[in-house]
């Protein structure tokens, strides 16, 4: 059968491929991410690529225009490859982050390992996934050798895998002896580490070269994203994300817990919500890749503590009432099965494990991903995501926080605020003297209201134009229509109903600015108190991580004006976009990294905000814009 | 297809069997124990009956003399029923109850711990138990300490417990803040020690002092032996024992193996009827105690290797052909579910680990209970069942071999040779002068066989009687009525047709003396190899444990006398008894144990035999009474 080669560009990447493949079956072989929503079935027009030599065979698409098919442009998933090709992706039909789904990390940052492309050999060699196959030739029996077949698998094994800990089930022992002898004492063994234990859960006879599959999670409470990683090669094939389908039963964890607590079977609701997320981003994984679920073997699940106890189905209640305990912060491995989740039944789900109530798993995760655990400088961690957790720290020490700064900044609370979605207006400026603001939304809709984003921006502004004074208040002495008194006071227009998606005007309101300015203080605060309680200063801060969803498109300088974020030179911060999911990935592919988070999670110790006096007096001296001390802001003009 | 009614007397139970069936799958089916000692190949001519009415297709058999096939006699194994059928079951032909299920110890001995009667609140004390229940009063959780709950609970478990390697399942974690706080911070939580954990799997609100029981199972070839333990003061409550029914698949090991392999589902009923016959004395310790199966939260399983692959459905195919290799020696720890067993479904099984195919569990259960492992001195254990298996050491090495020595001396392979059952002669004294026998039998009965002790003082007597030479050849100058011509050689009647059970005179032939010649010649000589190899004498040897049920009836120095054991005083000598459920039982009792069993285990060497020449040499030497070599035998006169 001939075999082409489809070399990609710009990455240069070249994929041989046999033929009657199609480019996106390369792409995926060559494990370059091609968007791909109707599973390769030609309808989403989304894999469109540019054919710069060579011969394929694609039909005609609507998906095409004429005009771009004259110039090269095929769908991936319908051209099948019949010479050796140079093909050009474009960015737009590469899988990248979805504001939201934010699924890697920030493009140009190396955060750990786990980086799917470009993967050598060497750093094949350093692979040390938790579930991994490893070929044997045993020893033959001898009357000088008659050791059972058992200690003569785990003497071979303990040779390669530097653990003498195996365990085996009694289904899979009472295969052994035909397995090994099948195979000519040539076996194939499938392991996995759980509950200190190297389990032995597979054997093939002979060298078994077939893929394995592991699932890296990040349950956030709002987006769930799965990276999807081939377990024999490192590489992350498929990376995807949703809502939380829990969103229906509330928006943050708090009015979920209460849900939970409130209806009769709302806590099977809410596993069963988020469990159909997952299943329906395997689904899509695994059709797109052309694999089963079933071929995933592991899963790595990071999420804040209530996602974890809601994910496994462990009720919540006490995390919300003082002095909010958790069922567990660090939860034992279940199986796939016992939670409904659609990977092979047997898989282990191992949950990172969290500090506190309010620093979960994934914060844990984000300081391994990250290396803020093992740094020599003083790094301060950041991920305001539905809620704001924070951590600072270095090798020496770690200390954590969470503040409820996040709902406002996710839109919530906020009369037209909105999750960073279509539509949603992510920049603003605003020209007093003209009266005008000038907005950018995401995918340049129609705006539909404010996400965070554009809430820091708006409030950085309005205070820069002079409209709001350091407290927050409107300077209703302000000329110009976009001003105006509200039912709840003063208002300010962004954006008037005509140019809106919604019909109505798209304001922001006194009571907004005030509601964020709390929660931007929260952080602020938190910040200070971590520093306060390690007797250290803002400027011992050498590196700030801005971690989350919203870490990827918070403009720093505006934050900074705002006082939500510490007066540091730029170059001191750094986006890490999903540590969590980055960090459940680190422990797939590489076995010390589970202990490495479980370390970490003993290690840190949890700062209650709500204890002391600490943080509220750092608190009202954060309420100003930036803060009531100037000094702390040197950057910022008054 | 016809089926037939098969009617067994005296029980009078009606068995329905299809056309094809054997007597034999008829008696199996209806649970009726007919003694099979080579497992349904019509060679041990064991499974007699007489067919009163009816029709069957029985092939003529060696087995059954001319005269008694008139009569109606057929082996139920090779009768093919061929109508409706009245069938008598002799009682020489049952499987039934005998010395053996005396299980415990000898009376007067005292071996290890576990000794259930009479415990003192001392003792009381230093009772570890594998699985026990722990009163805990928790600190209140507060906002200094928001710790979750599982850590909680693990660190006033760790102090209580001295370890820190605790796992709950996903079940029970969901219970937890309720039981909590239903007990108001007071629980009794239950842990169990499995695959190097500390399992929680029970956790009541407040104190708890309902009973736990424990059950330790002598897995024998021949015999199942129960001790029902109760695990929070540690007295043993009930002790039992019955007939393994794996014995109508055969005798020994390796019929039964020869049985695993060569019936379609032949694994799966030898599996079925020794959990069988667990589960029956389960049920009748229950009902004895007015406790249920599922009150009984862990199980210690002691048994030679093939038992404890038949026990847990293992093949145990390989175990019979060269190079004897197991499928493990070392088996995980099963949950009761799994095998079958009517305890609680999800208890622990654990089968003590043996070391290799002839050297199993029952034996380094035995060797951890009677203190081998840690003893200055060499002291030599000697376990002669169904096999005959050897241990030499002492603190600082252990060496086991294993010989086939034992069928002979449960009276397999001997013309009128039977188990230690009611009417077995297990005394014998001849006087040559008067042509008398004075015997002995079990229970005073009319004897209906020879069982091992009498087989032993038999040879013993003979040899003394000058009836037999050193080399076991019959002196047939001997004048009495007693000594004839049989088929096979000569014969020497022990009971005459007129005086026996079974209407048939009871003697002792020229091969059946020989054939007991090679048996305690292989035990000697297994003996003088293992001490051979540590380059010993037999004088090094400072005790010398007898175990096994065998035991507890042998005539030592009528051992010696023939050479079966070392010519050693006789206080050197010591009955242990059943050492392999002792064993199991102080697993139960003292969560230390299981781990001592198996670092004995694995610091045991095996010697097999059949490599080299030294057990050759030595076996060889050894076929004559005592010995070739008469200065190894001083006490005893030539």
Not at 126 to 144: M, S
Not at 531 to 537: A, K, N, P, T
Not at 551 to 575: Q, T
Request: aromatic share 6%; charged share 25%.
């Amino acid at each position: 059968m001939p075999e082409y080669t489809v070399r990609f560009l710009p990455s240069g990447r070249s994929i041989p491929v046999p033929e009657g493949k199609t480019i996106l079956d390369a792409a995926i072989a060559g494990g370059i991410a091609l968007r791909s929503a109707c599973g390769g079935s030609g309808t989403c027009g989304q894999c469109r690529v540019v054919v710069r030599s060579g011969r394929v065979d694609a039909p005609r698409s609507q998906r095409v225009r004429p005009e771009d098919a004259a110039l090269g442009v095929v769908l991936a998933c319908q051209a099948v490859v019949q010479s050796d090709l140079e093909v050009e992706v474009p960015e737009a039909s590469l899988l990248s982050e979805h504001q939201v789904l934010a699924a890697g990390r920030a493009r140009g940052q190396t955060v750990g390992e786990g980086e799917g492309e470009g993967r050598s050999e060497g750093e094949r060699a350093h692979l040390r996934p938790v579930f991994r196959k490893t070929f044997l030739r045993l020893p033959e029996p001898g009357l000088e050798d008659a050791s059972s077949d058992l200690t003569r698998l785990y003497t071979a094994l303990a040779k390669e895998e530097g653990s003498r800990n195996f365990q085996v089930g009694l289904e899979l022992l009472r295969k052994v002896p035909r397995l090994m002898r099948e195979g000519a004492w040539q076996v194939t063994v499938s392991c996995v580490d759980a509950r200190g234990m190297t389990e032995v859960v597979d054997i093939s006879p002979g060298r078994d070269d077939t893929p394995v599959y592991g699932l890296a999670v990040d349950v956030g409470t709002t987006t769930c994203v799965t990276h999807l990683v081939d377990l024999l090669t490192g590489e992350t094939l498929d990376v995807r994300g949703a809502y939380n389908r829990q969103a229906r039963y509330g928006d943050d964890v708090i009015s979920r817990i209460i849900y939970a607590d409130e209806n009769d079977d709302g806590l099977v609701k809410l596993q069963g919500a988020v469990i159909e997320t997952i299943n329906d981003l395997v689904a899509g994984a695994a059709s797109h890749l052309g694999i089963r679920g079933e071929d995933i073997r592991v899963v790595v699940a990071a999420g804040n503590t209530t996602m974890t106890h809601l994910l496994l189905g462990v009720s919540p209640t006490y995390i919300r009432l003082e002095p909010y305990t958790p069922a567990a912060t660090s939860v034992p491995p279940v199986k796939a099965r016992e939670i409904g989740l659609a990977v092979a039944p047997d898989a282990w789900v191992f949950c990172l494990p969290g500090v506190a109530s309010y620093v979960g798993g994934d914060i844990t995760s984000g300081v391994v991903a990250t290396g803020v655990a093992s740094s020599d400088d003083v790094v301060l961690f950041v991920d305001i995501g539905t809620n704001g957790e924070m951590v600072l720290g270095n090798r020496d020490w770690l200390l954590a926080c969470a503040c409820s700064a996040g709902p406002a900044f996710e839109g919530v609370g906020i009369r037209h605020g909105m999750r960073a979605m279509k539509g949603a207006i992510e920049r603003v400026e605003i020209d007093p003297s003209r009266d005008a603001v000038v907005y950018r939304t995401i995918g340049a809709a129609r705006p539909a209201g404010i996400c965070g984003s554009g809430l820091i921006d708006c409030l950085a502004s309005l205070r820069r134009a002079g409209i709001i004074s350091r407290n927050g208040s409107f300077d209703t002495a302000y000329e110009g229509r976009r001003m105006r008194a509200g039912d709840a006071g003063p208002e300010f227009v962004l954006a008037f109903a005509e140019e809106t998606a919604t019909g109505e005007d798209i304001y922001i309101s006194e009571p907004d600015v005030k509601n964020l300015i709390r929660s931007k203080a929260a952080v602020y605060a938190g910040i200070r108190s971590m520093l306060r309680m390690v007797d250290q200063d803002i400027s011992d801060i050498k590196k700030i991580l801005v971690a989350g969803g919203f870490g990827s498109y918070l403009n720093v300088r505006k934050a900074i004006e705002i006082g939500l974020l510490p007066d540091l030179p730029e170059s001191v911060y750094r986006y890490v976009g999903n540590t969590s999911v980055e960090g459940a990935k680190m422990c797939l592919l590489r076995r010390e990294a589970r202990r490495e988070v479980e370390l970490v999670a003993r290690r840190m110790t949890y700062l209650e905000l709500s204890v002391g006096n600490t943080f509220m007096e750092e608190f009202v001296s954060a309420l100003f814009l930036p803060h009531t001390d100037l000094s702390l802001f040197p950057s910022v003009s008054a």
